[in-house]
């Protein structure tokens, strides 16, 4: 982060600004981990789901017929096969959330850093306009102290003198 330097110390619209989009950028961070967290949730769902499915093959009783049996060993590999890719996906989610959460955290913590070099920086800036400040020195001038425009003579053009509405010279419009 860059800030033009003005008197004061740096332009304050653009330090304002900056915590501004830092702000923005924290909340769309806190907003991505909670979108992933809600991920993770699904999955939840969806193993809950194929592990009641699986339970419900193995409570069903297809040991009269073999006909039957051989289609309960399909469901049941089938059920294993979709089981074992809701593991599969769960897992990628859950690494998936685990990555937003460290890259939300680690520039949750940047901007931090970041906020507090500027405010560090204002600090400073503020101590060494005090120091300046507190160097100057101010004398009372008097209240009849002549000043430069009282030596201005009143016959000049303009300052309502004898030759006030008299054309300027030549060339000189």
Do not use: N
């Not at 069903?60 to 593991?87: K, T, W």
């Not at 990628?92 to 920086?121: K, S």
Request: hydrophobic share 40%.
């Amino acid at each position: 982060m860059r800030f033009s330097v003005v008197e004061t110390g740096y332009d304050q619209r653009q330090v304002d600004y900056c915590l501004d989009e830092l702000g923005i950028r924290l909340s769309r961070l806190a907003a991505r981990a909670e979108g992933a967290a809600g991920e993770a949730r699904e999955w939840d769902e969806i193993r809950q789901e194929a592990a009641w499915l699986s339970g419900l093959l193995h409570r069903l009783d297809l040991s009269d017929v073999a006909a039957p049996r051989y289609a309960g060993d399909a469901v049941r590999r089938e059920a294993a096969e979709i089981l074992a890719q809701a593991r599969a996906e769960l897992d990628a989610a859950r690494e998936e959330a685990r990555r937003v959460r460290e890259r939300a955290y680690a520039e949750a913590v940047q901007a931090r850093r970041d906020f507090e070099a500027a405010l560090d920086a204002r600090r400073r800036r503020e101590v060494r306009v005090d120091e300046i400040l507190s160097q100057v020195t101010v004398d009372q001038v008097p209240a009849d102290t002549p000043t430069a425009a009282a030596a201005v003579p009143g016959s000049r053009v303009g300052v309502g003198g004898p030759d006030a509405g008299a054309e300027p010279p030549p060339g000189r419009r």
